[in-house]
């Protein structure tokens, strides 16, 4: 990612985003950075390996500590931090884990989702946008034909 589009764009931008500490929530965190938005973070836990700690990109947004299954705190971040964009890339997304603990991935994706979505619904005065790019199937190619989850 070398420009997230045009030239200052998100400059002074207030974003915010969930699955900060994950693959692309890391990526996109710095990127963000780097185009000069100031970034508001979900973070539920502390993952020392994740790029976000070991680039130093905490130390250039600000953490909101919560679950994404936990409404309320997700409508006070984005309207205190007035947040203009929302990138909602928070979910349970490691199948084996997934598999065992389906309420808690329920919890989190979907419920979770809901969340996001509500929370900027409600703030829409000053939400402009919300990114989704996670929304996908886990399993096999055809679910029709063969059960997502198996026993």
């Not at 909602?88 to 808690?104: E, K, M, P, Y």
Request: aromatic share 8%; charged share 25%; proline share 3%.
């Amino acid at each position: 990612m070398e420009n997230l589009g045009v030239d200052g764009f998100w400059t002074q931008r207030r974003v915010f985003v969930t699955g900060a500490t994950g693959l692309l929530g890391s990526w996109l965190t710095q990127e963000l950075v780097a185009s000069g938005a100031d970034v508001v973070c979900l973070i539920r836990d502390w993952v020392p390996q994740s790029r976000f700690l070991t680039e130093a990109v905490d130390r250039h947004a600000t953490i909101v500590r919560g679950e994404l299954e936990d409404f309320d705190i997700i409508l006070r971040a984005i309207n205190e931090y007035e947040i203009d964009t929302v990138f909602h890339l928070g979910a349970q997304t490691i199948v084996g884990t997934a598999a065992r603990s389906t309420l808690s991935t329920f919890e989190a994706n979907i419920r979770g989702t809901w969340n996001v979505l509500e929370a900027s619904h409600q703030c829409r005065r000053l939400v402009k946008r919300v990114v989704l790019p996670h929304v996908r199937l886990t399993g096999p190619r055809d679910p029709v034909r063969q059960p997502v989850w198996r026993r």
